[in-house]
């Protein structure tokens, strides 16, 4: 990779895809956010490198403690960015990071497996008393986080907006339900002249 903003480019397309995926229920909605959450991690942390030092950065994280965990990528993503507000979304990046397990089918032996999708944060209710493992994707919390961390890493949505040009259909899946849209970001503007 020869240019951080491919990783940009691949969360940004990562993000609106898994809105699509969350609102059709569709189970890869969380490791389609997953992996915008890590590209655009891995795109602040790589963008200030200069091209004689990506190479060996880029490397780094592609090694662990980094890969495709989000907590050691969130932890030097806040570091990076330092607004003391992003701690509050620790237990969503947490609760991405635990998706990651079941990308390969890796549901833990002997244990009923509950999988939720909600829209908005609220009770959940479960109808088992037994002990299960339990994966919950709450849409408002990854919308809240994907634009908090595109205004830590002094994003302008216009630019965001201008750089992937996004299909309607796809600007109304972005839009649809989403409580904290970033200002800006896939306006459609009449054509010149008009």
Known sequence: MDDPYHLLDRAV???VTGRFAALNNLQVAPNLFHHAVEMLAKFQLLRGFRDDRLATEVEKYKQKPY????????????ADVSPSTLGRFDAVVADLNRWENLRYGGFPVGFPTTMVFMRRRGPRKTRSAKPQDKYVLVLEDVDELFTEMVTACRINPTFLGERHRLKPDMREWYGKDNLHPMADVFRSDPPAGN
């Open 67 to 78: 890969r495709h965990n989000l907590q050691s990528l969130w932890s030097d993503f806040k």
């Open 13 to 15: 397309e990562y993000y």
